[in-house]
């Protein structure tokens, strides 16, 4: 391998680390904050014991009927 692709990879990388540096970032606090706050505010239907059992219109693996709901006997 020639000391110019070296360089030049070597080079690339520099980039990429430089821009993953310069990247906006937030304290752990807000990040925890925040998880704890979406939680907290959207319903999780695998975690039952939580927030309850989900009404059928709410649960999102339930089979919903199509049509009217109507049998024919």
Not at 19 to 47: G, H, P, T, W
Request: with cysteine; charged share 25%; net charge neutral.
């Amino acid at each position: 391998m020639s000391t110019e692709v070296r360089l030049q990879r070597q080079l690339e990388h520099n980039k990429r680390l430089r821009e993953q540096f310069e990247r906006e970032r937030i304290s752990v606090s807000q990040a925890s904050s925040a998880l704890i706050q979406y939680c907290m505010s959207n319903k999780d239907v695998f975690i039952t014991p939580v927030w309850g059992e989900l009404e059928k219109q709410d649960d999102p693996f339930l089979v919903q009927p199509k049509g009217c709901g109507c049998s024919v006997m």
